[in-house]
C-alpha cells in the first residue's frame, strides 16, 4: 500500500517543516542539500515509508530569521520524536548529510541506519563559493539567507562538526561522487575514517550521485542495508 501524502508538521519551536511521505515498509527520512527540496529524491524509488523534509528556508517549510547546521539538526530531532518514527533510516545528500551526521551524534537513539551522500567535510574551503542568490529574485525555491547563512559555517566549519563524527554510532554509508564532484575525495576518505562503523562507496557521478546515477545509486544503497 502506498502511504502517499504532503503535509507541514509543526515542531514544539514553532517551526513548520513540509514532509513528503510516500511508500511503505520500513521508515526512511530523507534530507536534501543547500537549495534543493523533497523533488530531489524523486528518482531514487527506495522500497521503504519515506518521509522527505524540506529544512527550514526550503521550498514549502517556514522561512525564520535565522539558519544554521545546528537549527535544521534540531528540527529534525523534534520531528522524529514527534512523528514517533522507530529509529528510521536517515540519508542526507551534501548540507543534508551533515545535518543527518549532527542528529545521528547528539541523538543516536533516533537513528537507525545511515546514509551521508557528498557530505562536505569539515574543513575550511579553499576557496570559499563565490556566488550567491540574489534577495530581490522571488522565484527563488528558497530563502536566499539559508545559503548565505549555511555557506558560512560549511566553509568555515566550527569544532563540533569533526566531534560530532567520532560521537555516531549508527552503522553509516558514506557515498563520495569521485573526480568530477567538488568535495575534496580525500578529504571525504578522511571523514569517513572519523565514524566508527563506517564504508565509504564511489559513484562516479559528481555531487549528486542520487540524481545522475540514480540506478547506481540505488544499488549500492540496498546492497550495503541488505549486508
Avoid at 16 to 29: E, I, Q, T
Avoid at 148 to 156: A, C, L
Wanted: proline content about 10%; charged content about 20%; aromatic content about 4%.
Amino acid at each position: 500500500m502506498d502511504l502517499g501524502s504532503v503535509d507541514r508538521v509543526l515542531l514544539p519551536n514553532g517551526v513548520r517543516l513540509n514532509c513528503a511521505r510516500s511508500g511503505s515498509g520500513a521508515p526512511a527520512v530523507l534530507l536534501h542539500g543547500l537549495g534543493h527540496d523533497t523533488t530531489t529524491w524523486d528518482p531514487v524509488p527506495l522500497p521503504v515509508h519515506r518521509h522527505a523534509f524540506d529544512l527550514r528556508g526550503h521550498g514549502r517549510s517556514d522561512r525564520t530569521p535565522t539558519y544554521s547546521l545546528e537549527l535544521m539538526a534540531d528540527d529534525v530531532i523534534h520531528a522524529l520524536t514527534l512523528l514517533g518514527l522507530d529509529r528510521p533510516l536517515v540519508i542526507g545528500h551534501s548540507m543534508g548529510a551533515v545535518v543527518a551526521s549532527l542528529v545521528a551524534a547528539e541523538r543516536p537513539d533516533l537513528v537507525g541506519d545511515l546514509v551521508l551522500e557528498e557530505p562536505r567535510p569539515p574543513v575550511p574551503a579553499d576557496p570559499p563559493a563565490a556566488s550567491m542568490p540574489n534577495p530581490e529574485d522571488e522565484t527563488l525555491p528558497y530563502d536566499w539567507r539559508v545559503v548565505r547563512d549555511i555557506r558560512v559555517q560549511i566553509d568555515n566549519p566550527a569544532p563540533n562538526r569533526r566531534e560530532a563524527l567520532s560521537a555516531i554510532t549508527a552503522r553509516t554509508l558514506v557515498i563520495a561522487g569521485g573526480p568530477t564532484s567538488q568535495i575534496p575525495q580525500d578529504a571525504l576518505a578522511e571523514y569517513a575514517g572519523m565514524i566508527k562503523d563506517s564504508t565509504l562507496v564511489t559513484i562516479d557521478a559528481g555531487h549528486t550521485p542520487h540524481r545522475d546515477a540514480s540506478d547506481e545509486f540505488l544499488a549500492v544503497v540496498t546492497e550495503w542495508l541488505s549486508s
